[in-house]
């Protein structure tokens, strides 16, 4: 988002001649911050409503603002901010999945990677081929007709791309740890697919359309998020934002000095790899994501108490202040003029579109959950472990949520064109967008069903490696065979796997990098303070 130059909303401030600042830009700054601390205290009044929650008074407190400019302008105007989704990719989304992945608990994270990557991966590609072959097939009986193949592609990934903000809003980390776990890290996936879809899209050439359009299309997507996946983890650890900053901050003791360096460096770190990422074309938000994770296991154990408690909440405070801008302004948008104008479309015809496409993410979602999940189950060693139908209800109604990030590609794909029918897909997208956070944004809905879907702990796999000696069949007296890693691996690959990484953690990493456990000394510090004590 930036300030709007020309803002045709006459308010009678007075200002100065000498003043540096235009007032235009002050009072759109004013603006937004009193919603801000609007939404701020409304939330604090509404936490235990079980219809609402602060995404929808954002919304809503927007749709209020922007009718209220609407009116001061004699209806000429709804804005005093100007969308960027520059901007938005550049400031407002970073601090959000960086502190996704800075909070996520990261066990149920990686113990459900499985279900994840089908969804985040395979389910979007699904998602988007049913949505893009959808408006290819219904727009034109509605009588869109000017759109060409690369807009339709382009539709399909915007439309693919789910709100993990809003997800969550529903779901209880502590309540519901797997189907948190599981829409959380399918949100976080299916974001940076559904932008390198999209970037795979706006890579073809479709003037002359061939058999082969589909498999360029198909080989671009493989090669940008391949490379972006495995070396966005990369990144994340070899700049200096994952183990190289807690071997930094381990070695050098920033906060024997200052505990404002430990902060600062910490989080220009994790900026640090979201920027190069996509200076070097990557998925920035797998980068930042990954980064969040390596620093809350590694570097935030470094610091010292007190940077702990600031790292915590300042990375809450940021991600929280990012996303209320985001829903405020998304609500205002939605009151813009000039793009329901430009679109020259009848109610009729835009309720038409946005009910298709809206139509379409329900059945592209269906599409992919439950028969995916449903294959997932047949790979399920114990009946505890498989996902029941209410679950799959929540995974499929959880994701149906549109934010931010579809609004910013819709932006990128028809903004520059002047078209009536472009304007009308920004405005059918903003239709969508709220009609799915207010209407299926429900605080009431939030699962009670529990998750039995824990696999064997590792004090479990402790004993099936017979560490403690071989055991005795009491029928023979013979020492039963000791099961070998590939068994293990082959019958519980999820659990052994962090068997065997939390060994190699223990003796290799956190002895260089730190970690759980290590406890820096700095004097005047809570810590230090107990050291010298005793």
């Known amino acids: 988002m930036g300030i709007s130059d020309s803002i045709p909303v006459h308010f009678s401030l007075s200002s100065s001649s000498s003043s540096i600042l235009d007032v235009s830009t002050v009072v759109a700054i004013t603006v937004f911050v009193t919603?801000?601390?609007?939404?701020?205290?409304?939330?604090?009044?509404?936490?235990?409503?079980?219809?609402?929650?602060e995404s929808i008074t954002a919304l809503l407190l927007g749709l209020v603002a922007g009718l209220v400019v609407l009116l001061i302008s004699k209806g000429h105007s709804s804005q005093i901010l100007t969308f960027s989704e520059e901007l938005f990719f550049i400031y407002l989304l970073p601090p959000i999945i960086f502190n996704a992945g800075f909070q996520v608990?990261?066990?149920?994270?990686?113990?459900?990677?499985?279900?994840?990557?089908?969804?985040?991966?395979?389910?979007?590609?699904?998602?988007?081929?049913?949505?893009t072959l959808g408006v290819f097939l219904l727009f034109k009986r509605i009588g869109v007709t000017t759109l060409d193949i690369k807009d339709y592609l382009a539709i399909g990934a915007i439309l693919s791309a789910t709100d993990s903000v809003?997800?969550?809003?529903?779901?209880?980390?502590?309540?519901?740890?797997?189907?948190?776990?599981?829409?959380?890290?399918?949100?976080?996936?299916?974001?940076?697919?559904?932008?390198?879809?999209?970037n795979s899209v706006q890579s073809l050439n479709i003037s002359n359309i061939d058999g082969l359009t589909a498999l360029k299309l198909l080989g671009t997507f493989l090669y940008l998020f391949f490379s972006s996946t495995a070396l966005g983890i990369a990144l994340s650890m070899a700049f200096q934002v994952g183990l190289l900053s807690a071997f930094g901050i381990k070695t050098l003791y920033f906060g024997r000095h200052s505990t404002d360096r430990e902060v600062a460096i910490m989080m220009l770190l994790a900026y640090l790899s979201y920027m190069v990422a996509e200076v070097l074309n990557l998925s920035g938000i797998l980068t930042v994501f990954f980064c969040g994770i390596v620093m809350s296991?590694?570097?935030?154990?470094?610091?010292?108490?007190?940077?702990?408690?600031?790292?915590?909440?300042?990375?809450?405070?940021?991600?929280?202040?990012?996303?209320?801008?985001?829903?405020?302004?998304?609500?205002?948008?939605?009151?813009?003029?000039?793009?329901?104008?430009?679109s020259e479309a009848s109610p009729l015809t835009s309720v038409a579109v946005s009910s298709t496409l809206f139509g379409l993410v329900l059945v592209g979602r269906a599409a992919f959950v439950y028969p995916l999940v449903n294959i997932f189950n047949c790979f399920a060693k114990k009946d505890s472990d498989k996902i029941i139908f209410k679950q799959q209800f929540i995974m499929w109604w959880a994701g149906l949520m549109r934010g931010a990030v579809t609004i910013a590609l819709s932006y990128n794909q028809f903004s520059d064109d002047s078209?009536?029918?472009?304007?009308?897909?920004?405005?059918?997208?903003?239709?969508?967008?709220?009609?799915?956070?207010?209407v299926m944004l429900l605080r009431n809905a939030k699962p009670t069903v529990s998750d039995a879907t824990d696999s064997p702990s590792l004090e479990d796999l402790r004993l099936l490696f017979l560490e403690n000696g071989d055991p005795v069949d009491e029928g023979s007296n013979q020492p039963v065979r000791k099961r070998s890693s590939l068994r293990l691996l082959m019958a519980n690959p999820t659990s052994t796997a962090h068997y065997f990484w939390r060994k190699f953690d223990d003796r290799f990493m956190r002895p260089v990098f730190g970690g759980r456990g290590f406890v820096p000394f700095v004097p005047c510090s809570p810590t230090g303070a107990a050291d010298e004590t005793s």
């Open 419 to 438: 078209s009536s029918e472009s304007a009308l897909m920004i405005t059918s997208t903003i239709i969508v967008v709220l009609f799915s956070t207010v």
């Open 166 to 198: 809003c997800t969550l809003q529903v779901l209880n980390q502590d309540d519901t740890p797997f189907l948190y776990s599981a829409v959380f890290g399918e949100g976080v996936v299916n974001d940076a697919t559904s932008i390198v879809l999209f």
């Open 105 to 131: 608990k990261k066990k149920q994270f990686f113990k459900n990677i499985s279900i994840i990557l089908m969804f985040g991966i395979f389910g979007t590609i699904i998602s988007f081929c049913l949505i």
């Open 297 to 342: 296991h590694y570097t935030w154990h470094n610091v010292t108490e007190s940077s702990r408690v600031t790292t915590k909440h300042g990375f809450a405070t940021i991600s929280f202040i990012c996303e209320t801008f985001i829903f405020l302004y998304v609500g205002m948008d939605a009151l813009d003029v000039d793009k329901w104008t430009a």
């Open 35 to 53: 919603l801000l601390c609007a939404c701020i205290v409304i939330g604090h009044l509404i936490e235990e409503n079980r219809w609402a929650n």
